[in-house]
């Protein structure tokens, strides 16, 4: 059995989608932020008190990039994973490192105080990441193998969040990726299931 811990408001949509792709069944517990993520229990299985935490067959498995590329693997035969694994790879942890820490950091107003300390960051600059990858992307359909991976599932969600969110540009390369994925029955499935778990505002 495959047990998911998240949260809809996290980084465990990302996880959910990548299970509907896989067309497994799974278990969900949803986990709140604060006590309960903190719990002996919990921090049993993930010390750093956070989600996703994906379970299965004994395995503990975090961070999406990670949970992503394993059930790619540990399941093959739905050809999530990429004959070119050096892309798929290099793109899949592009986005879990230097996107993602671009992106947050931004959004708190933080960048090196010179250009000379960029190299410090281990990103250099948004700017320089957005460049990057729009680059990439300007040149393939998908990440990797000219079709939908598991490296899609990871970048993608994170293009169409910042797209969604402004953190990233409206880039026509970006738009035109997301719109290569936003319509796909898995991502539309688990964007649903999550939006139904969100806390009303009424």
């Known amino acids: 059995m495959l047990t998911l811990y998240t949260n809809p408001m ?3 949509r990302i996880a959910r989608w990548m299970l509907e792709e896989l067309a497994e069944p799974y278990e ?17 299985l993930n010390p750093m008190g956070k989600v996703p935490t994906l379970v299965h067959a ?8 990670a949970i992503c590329t394993y059930l790619a693997q540990v399941f093959p035969d739905r050809g999530l994973m990429a004959q070119d694994s ?9 986005a879990a490192g230097p996107l993602e820490a671009a992106v947050v950091n931004a959004s708190f107003g933080w960048k090196a105080p010179s250009l000379q300390d960029e190299g410090r960051l281990g990103y250099g600059s948004l700017d320089r ?6 680059g990439h992307l300007a040149e393939h359909d998908y990440i990797a193998d000219g079709r939908f991976t598991a490296a899609d599932v990871c970048v993608g ?3 169409g969040w910042g797209l969604r969110f402004g953190t990233l540009p409206a880039h026509d390369a970006f738009v035109a990726y997301w719109d290569r994925l936003k319509d796909r ?5 688990a964007a649903a299931k999550d939006d139904a778990l969100m806390p009303s505002k009424g």
């Open 10 to 12: 996290s980084r465990g």
């Open 28 to 44: 969900t517990v949803i986990m709140t932020y604060g006590a309960e993520m903190n719990a002996p229990g919990y921090l049993a």
């Open 58 to 65: 004994g395995h503990v498995v975090t961070e999406v990039a």
């Open 86 to 94: 050096a892309a798929f790879y290099r793109w899949l942890f592009f």
């Open 129 to 134: 990441v957005v460049r990057t990858l729009a």
């Open 157 to 159: 969600a994170q293009v």
């Open 185 to 189: 029955p898995a991502q539309r499935a």
